[in-house]
């Protein structure tokens, strides 16, 4: 994997863990009266917080997706994931 695709795999389980994430711990301001928004708006999205998690498990994540894919426990060139070579 070079660091192009490395980049955009990482982006994409960022972007992924990210919607996992964002609901975490959200209470909704019933009545608009501490935000001064729309019913529904959260209180404190605590949205830094989020961010730092988010890295920190779209990291972990990216790190096993890495591993896999440097090894040789899948492969799609060698083994039973190998197309047959006529």
């Given at each position: ?45 605590q949205l830094g917080r989020k961010a ?12 096993g997706i890495y591993a896999v894919v ?13 197309m047959p070579r006529n």
């Open positions: 994997m070079n660091w192009f695709t490395g980049l955009m795999v990482y982006f994409l389980v960022w972007w992924t863990v990210l919607f996992a994430i964002l609901p975490i711990g959200v209470r909704p301001d019933v009545e608009g009266e501490a935000t001064g928004g729309w019913r529904g708006a959260p209180r404190a999205p730092l998690l988010t890295t920190l498990v779209a990291t972990v994540v990216f790190l440097q090894s040789d426990w899948l492969s799609f060139r060698d083994g039973w994931l190998a």
